[in-house]
């Protein structure tokens, strides 16, 4: 039972770049969500779902698109990266608005 | 929108003391939680408590609903518990939208 996945755990973007940060789950969560992690502050939404098919934003939306088509995956896109997105990421799941499983993050630096 | 304070910042034991840390939130909740992430990053749910009080072995939490406030307890702390402890709620019709607080910082010394 892996619970969620994140991938990569590390990456380096060029500022203008796009990347895709991977997150699955095999314990059949209906909710994911993608939060980020400053340095010194607690966690920020990005987007959560509460099913396949569908999204929601979060607080801090801008800069990010994600898509639900299956239970399992949430992928994360970043468009066009800027240094204020530098940052860690996570990924989470639950069964209902508690219960929450996190991935083990992705560092992510913008250059 | 609702803003979620914790304190202290930041906070230094002995290894068998006692602590509590403290959510303050300025709105009504309908979702509370705490969560620890330990000092390697890994985030674990402690908590789904947006009223009364449980407990988890050392570990037990009190939210005051309708004095907006929740109370996270660590008796007996032991090195393992150090981290970062966060509470984080949700309000209206967005319960899955949590809003973080930034964190009590807890290091307890052998």
Redesign the interface.
């Known amino acids: 039972n892996a619970g969620v996945t994140q991938t990569p755990k590390f990456r380096i973007l060029k500022i203008g770049q796009s990347m895709t940060l991977q997150c699955t789950q095999d314990m059949n969560h209906n909710y994911m969500y993608w939060y980020r992690q400053d340095p010194g502050m607690g966690l920020k939404l990005i987007y959560y779902s509460v099913g396949a098919g569908i999204t929601d934003k979060g607080e801090v939306p801008n800069g990010y698109n994600v898509s639900r088509s299956t239970t399992e995956d949430f992928p994360l896109r970043l468009e066009l990266a800027a240094p204020s997105q530098t940052s860690v990421y996570f990924c989470a799941s639950s069964p209902s608005d508690y219960g929450y499983t996190f991935g083990s993050g992705t560092r992510l630096t913008v250059v | 929108g609702i803003q979620?304070e914790q304190s202290p910042p930041d906070l230094i034991l002995q290894e068998g003391a006692n602590s509590t840390l403290r959510c303050n939130f300025s709105d009504s909740v309908n979702?509370l939680?705490w969560?620890h992430q330990n000092p390697w990053?890994?985030?674990?749910?402690l908590f789904?408590i947006p009223s009364g009080t449980k407990q988890n072995g050392r570990l037990s939490a009190t939210t005051v609903a309708t004095e907006r406030y929740s109370l996270l307890y660590i008796s007996s702390s032991q090195t393992t518990d150090s981290g970062v402890y966060?509470c984080?709620v949700?309000y209206g019709g967005s319960?899955?939208?949590?809003?973080?607080?930034?964190?009590t910082k807890l290091s307890v010394k052998p």
Do not use: M, S
Not at chain 2, 95 to 103: D, E, P, S, T
């Open positions: 979620v979702n939680q969560f990053g890994q985030l674990i749910n789904y966060f984080a949700a319960q899955g939208n949590l809003i973080f607080g930034k964190g």
